[in-house]
């Protein structure tokens, strides 16, 4: 399996491999679950570094697209959109409305316990930003972020390992890789993503398209940074101080 591997990839390919399937979940497993997190206090810096760090990959990868001439195709994003990447945008765009609608009824029926778990969890995943600039910088990081999660985990690597391991291997090891990578700091939360990785990566196994994929990726990061901001300016903002009581005791 591994000969069939190496005899079919290039030396790029092999790189972005063990980047992606290798180097990145250890990092992130030793940075959440061991406590070694890279300690940036300031929010712009850190998603300046997290640009950075998903920026290197994806360079990578459009070098070696490049200087092998494969096609668009190959990774997903084949123009037009085939039928089921159709299908995918429709569930897309149900999807986005079931969000605003919950988001809506959430405002109008305020739960104190479930806005306190929402904000606990938004902060987890570092997704409270506090000012406008710091929101727009986190709709920037959903967009890009969102495209290249989607470009590198499932359309590079499902078109790298599905030859040799299968589409069910390569699925396999493409959302594990993405799950133990994207969780945060509790074994519960990397759970979650797990089980969302292996949604998406499935999604595009069945439907051949990237591009509704990158559209839902991107919506949900954009729509926590959004409620993120919503939850902090709340936080921020100054208390009603409840009028004194007239008289004496």
């Avoid at 497993?29 to 300690?39: D, E, M, N, P, T």
């Avoid at 712009?44 to 096609?71: E, K, N, Q, V, Y």
């Avoid at 969890?121 to 570092?126: E, K, Q």
């Avoid at 499935?202 to 990237?210: D, E, F, K, R």
């Amino acid at each position: 399996m591994l000969t069939n591997l190496l005899q079919r990839s290039t030396p790029l390919d092999i790189l972005l491999i063990f980047i992606l399937c290798i180097a990145f979940p250890t990092l992130q497993l030793s940075r959440h679950v061991w406590g070694k997190a890279l300690k940036i206090n300031e929010t712009l810096p850190r998603i300046f570094l997290s640009l950075a760090l998903i920026g290197l990959p994806l360079a990578l990868l459009a070098w070696d697209w490049t200087m092998t001439g494969r096609s668009a195709q190959a990774l997903g994003l084949a123009v037009p959109v085939p039928f089921r990447g159709q299908i995918g945008f429709a569930v897309t765009f149900a999807i986005i409305v079931v969000l605003l609608v919950r988001v809506h009824v959430q405002s109008l029926r305020p739960n104190a316990q479930k806005e306190a778990a929402r904000r606990e969890r938004l902060r987890d995943i570092g997704m409270l930003p506090y000012t406008p600039k710091e929101l727009r910088a986190f709709v920037v990081l959903a967009v890009v972020q969102g495209f290249v999660a989607e470009i590198l985990f499932r359309g590079f690597l499902l078109w790298a390992l599905a030859p040799t391991t299968g589409t069910a291997g390569a699925v396999v090891i493409a959302a594990t890789a993405y799950g133990i990578g994207h969780g945060t700091r509790t074994w519960a939360r990397v759970l979650a993503s797990s089980l969302t990785a292996y949604a998406f990566t499935i999604a595009y196994a069945v439907t051949g398209s990237l591009w509704w994929l990158i559209l839902l990726h991107s919506f949900v990061l954009a729509h926590n940074a959004w409620r993120g901001y919503r939850v902090s300016r709340e936080e921020s903002a100054p208390k009603e101080i409840a009028p004194a009581r007239r008289g004496g005791l």
